[in-house]
């Protein structure tokens, strides 16, 4: 039966500024700082760490009744030198909460104001603004918001380098560790933004940081400018909030946009524009990964195909992961996505031309509530997605195998491959053992071998 709704039931998107807070951790030396009310910065704080298991530091302009009815301009500027003294960070990334953009603060004017205060001859930290209401969009708008906004900042001109920009998208610190591998083993410099491979996973610390190493450093965004080549890694994400796209405007920077590359298909492309950047192949270790990723397809098909399954998340991911269930066999009932950029299904129907005579939905801008009403009609065999679709899982008894942002309810979510050959081959793996699983816990006898 459908559901009268009045209202969003648990959404399945996360706060604009809270993807604009992970951007700015991969930013070497920098504080994300939140405009707006200290409640916000706690509950970014509480979901980055139940994943990611790091602490974090997110400053906040500690938002009264005053500031909500004045403007946030004092608390801002108050703010700003609190941090500069106490953490001595080279960049600050300033996000705007709900309340700040629905008063309409003025945040550029409110930084120049308190450069033209404070600046005294002495060196003030760089300072990137990313509008972010959550009203207007989801975590992912706010990340690719941040990033933006950094190049826009920092980017300058100059002689061309032999530099490409790569800009993965919301990916997990693993993937961004296999990222920095293969451009290592190409031997070509890369701009990595951002890059929190080391401050959302690193190791244990002798005494405490309060700013964690790791990041790209600011002097390496600045040549994003100068660099041969930018690489994005995006479906849906419009041509004036990209990066790369930001980057080709102002200085020339050819941009390749590419799905996240999961599957074969999709991680081809990749290699193939590597070889092509690099007039090399690629190295013999990637085509060892990749023949050992056709073999466990040929080992495992018998598992997966034709199995049914719903998938949920940010839209790039749901694009590449659809890709790759069809390459794998596996029959998507839904697409589904909190987000709402308008070009989700356009995007599926260029993967799956017949996407609708085979009675595929896809559908943007949607709750938890939604799938779950789906999911009573459509009956997969499993769920895919964040851990956020737990209780619909429970509720309904389908598996549901967990990917991207958030895992709060497993161990190593940040650990977790996605991307690439070496991730394409962890999902397999996890994918065909889900299956497996389920048969088995479903025998009425249980057995031993497969
Ligand atoms: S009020 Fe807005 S910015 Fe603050 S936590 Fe809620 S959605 Fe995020």
Not at 130 to 155: C, K, M, N, W
Not at 174 to 186: G, M, N, V
Request: charged share 25%; with cysteine; proline share 6%.
């Amino acid at each position: 039966m459908k559901h009268a709704k009045t209202a969003t039931q648990n959404a399945c998107k996360l706060c604009n500024p809270l993807g604009a807070c992970l951007a700015f951790r991969g930013i070497e030396n920098c504080v994300p700082f939140l405009h707006g009310s200290q409640g916000c910065a706690t509950y970014i704080r509480r979901y980055l760490i139940s994943h990611y298991k790091e602490p974090i530091d997110i400053a906040s302009s500690n938002f009264h009744e005053e500031s909500a009815v004045f403007g946030g301009s004092h608390n801002l500027q108050v703010g700003l030198k609190n941090v500069t003294a106490q953490y001595k960070p080279e960049v600050i990334g300033i996000a705007t909460t709900c309340l700040s953009e629905t008063i309409g603060d003025d945040v550029p004017m409110i930084l120049r104001e308190y450069t033209k205060t404070y600046r005294n001859g002495s060196p003030m930290p760089i300072m990137i603004h990313a509008s972010t209401p959550s009203y207007q969009g989801s975590h992912i708008d706010g990340f690719h918001a941040a990033v933006r906004a950094t190049v826009e900042t920092l980017a300058e001109k100059g002689e061309r380098q032999n530099l490409v920009n790569m800009f993965p998208n919301m990916v997990s610190p693993a993937d961004l560790r296999y990222l920095k591998e293969i451009f290592t083993d190409f031997r070509l410099p890369c701009m990595l933004l951002p890059d929190y491979s080391q401050t959302m996973d690193g190791g244990p610390w002798g005494e405490y940081h309060r700013i964690p190493p790791g990041g790209t450093p600011a002097s390496a965004i600045a040549n994003a400018g100068k660099a041969t080549a930018s690489i994005e890694f995006t479906s849906t994400l419009a041509d004036s909030k990209s990066a790369a796209g930001y980057l080709e405007g102002a200085f020339g920077v050819p941009r390749h946009k590419l799905s996240l590359p999961i599957g074969i298909k999709e991680s081809d492309k990749f290699f193939d524009l590597l070889e092509t950047l690099t007039e090399q192949p690629r190295p013999e270790k990637y085509e060892d990964e990749r023949r050992r990723l056709v073999d466990a397809y040929a080992d495992g098909h018998k598992y997966v195909f034709e199995k049914k399954v719903i998938l949920y998340g940010e839209e790039d991911l749901v694009v590449a992961m659809t890709a790759f269930l069809r390459e794998i066999g596996m029959t998507p009932l839904l697409c589904a996505s909190g987000g709402k950029s308008g070009q989700l299904k356009q995007r599926l129907i260029e993967l799956i031309p017949d996407l609708e005579e085979q009675g595929i939905k896809v559908r943007e801008g949607v709750d938890f509530m939604d799938i779950e009403d789906e999911a009573k009609v459509l009956k997969p065999d499993f769920l895919i997605g964040n851990s956020k679709g737990y209780t619909m899982s429970r509720k309904n008894n389908i598996p549901l195998l967990r990917i991207g942002f958030p895992i709060h309810d497993r161990f190593g979510g940040q650990r977790a491959h996605h991307i690439g050959y070496r991730g394409t081959q962890e999902l397999f793996d996890r994918i065909v053992n889900t299956v497996i699983e389920q048969r088995q816990n479903a025998s009425s006898i249980g057995y031993t071998y497969m």
